[in-house]
């Protein structure tokens, strides 16, 4: 199994700053090759946000690109997403969110969520 706890949201002005984190436990942490950041606002679908491999590859939704950054430790055990120039269509729940590999099955882990509101 593999917990993913998410912290950092909270309420901020359009043009502010954020930075989430997410840590990953658990005893098929240590297969994690991979961590995503989602997000979901409401009445929309999830979306990605931004990804990274364990090599330090590391891929943005469009939306993003150029203001979000996505970082790791070398095992993934804590991610995080720094979010700057924030807009007010960046208001959602954001996820943690890895596949790890176990054997020949693929499992698929999801934390409970934080919430990021941009408003003045």
């Known amino acids: 199994q593999v917990q993913l706890m998410e912290s950092g949201g909270g309420l901020v002005q359009p043009g502010g700053s954020l930075r989430l984190s997410c840590a990953a436990s658990?005893?098929?942490?240590?297969?994690?090759?991979?961590m995503g950041w989602y997000r979901q606002a409401p009445g929309k679908e999830r979306e990605l946000v931004a990804r990274?491999?364990?090599?330090?590859?590391?891929n943005y939704g469009d939306s993003v690109k150029g203001r979000f950054t996505i970082s790791g430790d070398n095992a993934l055990k804590m991610v995080y997403l720094q979010m700057n120039s924030l807009k007010p269509e960046d208001t959602a729940v954001y996820y943690c969110?890895?596949?790890?590999?176990?054997?020949?099955?693929?499992?698929?882990?999801w934390g409970q969520g934080t919430q990021v509101i941009v408003s003045s």
């Open positions: 969110n890895t596949k790890p590999w176990i054997g020949l099955k693929q499992f698929d882990y």
């Open positions: 658990g005893s098929f942490s240590a297969s994690i090759n991979a």
């Open positions: 990274i491999t364990s090599g330090g590859s590391t």
